[in-house]
């Protein structure tokens, strides 16, 4: 395993082809008694805005959770390689971060449906963890 802090100018093509091919992930936020919460989404890079975006429902669990702590990681496998980044959450309901998030998700997934309850969690990483190979 390797921890590497993003430097984006820099960004190791391998690790942003994994983070760009369509891969599930799973996303991890806190509850309030610290237990962990993880649920799968799609989690797309934006390495031109230098953070990473989910979109979700307003009122789901995860977005109540990402605004009450911040904290949250996303992981991402295929076999042997796989990567985790860490950072901070914030959740976006603002129609230029939802539309940037929707436009990010449909690059690398599909057309989102429609959802007039939308938020963005825009998350700005710390860093990544990465199976050999990745960097």
Known sequence: MTSWQPGWADFPPTLLEFWTERHLC?????????????????????????????????????????????????????????????????????EESVTRAMERYAARYRAPRPNPLRVALRIEVDRFLVSSGLV
């Open 26 to 94: 799973t996303l991890t936020t806190l509850r309030a008694d610290g237990s962990p919460h993880v649920v799968p989404v799609g989690v797309a890079l934006d390495a031109e805005q230098r953070c990473a975006w989910v979109i979700t429902n307003g009122s789901s669990r995860k977005a109540h959770q990402a605004a009450a702590d911040g904290r949250v990681a996303a992981c991402q496998v295929e076999g042997r390689r796989w990567s985790t980044l860490e950072g901070v959450a914030e959740v976006r309901s603002d």
